[in-house]
T-cell receptor, first 115, second 114 residues
């Protein structure tokens, strides 16, 4: 069965510092991976996705992630964070072989950017 | 695109009451999903529709929960005889259909059961 583990529940960083949010997955079938961001009292917004092709995926707001099949990881990175990046970040994997299959989410990583 | 719309945004109810939430997906999206998110956790899948057909239900969806999508457009999620453990954020998402892996989420309905 597909599952996702986010290795850090909270990540505090200073503004303009680089950040990495870690995500490991397990899957016995084709892997489709996603990162979503959730601001307080809001729904989830898609940051980026890996479906196939290049293992380095670029998303919105300057975020990128690298799919590493041998390490079963999909870590999210940003070279320089802003106060406005403070939010909860969720890694997710698509369950099942069809394109409409549901997502399984990790427990989330709270990123707090301090001035 | 006006996005996925959910109503109400907040609902406070007493234990034992019934509640109903509504989700309007993005126009012409034929897939619709319901997830539940408790405090400090990631969203958990509840159920999924392709047009009006309910194709998958999670074991989390007890007999007190029912979801419908009668005309393949908006969907409702009803919880009967609410319990305090039902307190959570209920998220709706929609997806265009065949070949699309992206789910677009609404802002959610936050339910508090007193």
């Amino acid at each position: 069965a597909q599952s996702v583990t986010q290795l850090d529940s909270q990540v505090p960083v200073f503004e303009e510092a680089p950040v990495e949010l870690r995500c490991n997955y397990s899957s016995s079938v084709s892997v489709y991976l996603f990162w979503y961001v959730q601001y307080p009292n809001q729904g989830l917004q898609l940051l980026l996705k890996y479906l196939s092709g290049s293992t380095l995926v670029k998303g919105i707001n300057g975020f990128e992630a690298e799919f590493n099949k041998s390490q079963t990881s999909f870590h999210l990175r940003k070279p320089s964070v802003h106060i406005s990046d403070t939010a909860e970040y969720f890694c997710a994997v698509r369950v099942g072989e069809t394109s409409g299959s549901r997502l399984t989410f990790g427990e989330g990583t709270q990123l707090t950017v301090n001035p | 695109d006006t996005g996925v719309s959910q109503d109400p945004r907040h609902k406070i109810t007493k234990r034992g009451q019934n509640v109903t939430f509504r989700c309007d997906p993005i126009s012409e999206h034929n897939r619709l999903y319901w997830y539940r998110q408790t405090l400090g956790q990631g969203p958990e899948f509840l159920t999924y529709f392709q047009n009006e057909a309910q194709l998958e239900k999670s074991r989390l969806l007890s007999d007190r929960f029912s979801a419908e999508r009668p005309k393949g457009s908006f969907s409702t999620l009803e919880i009967q005889r609410t319990e305090q453990g039902d307190s959570a954020m209920y998220l709706c998402a929609s997806s265009p259909g065949v070949g699309s892996n992206i789910q677009y989420f609404g802002a959610g309905t936050r339910l508090s059961v007193l």
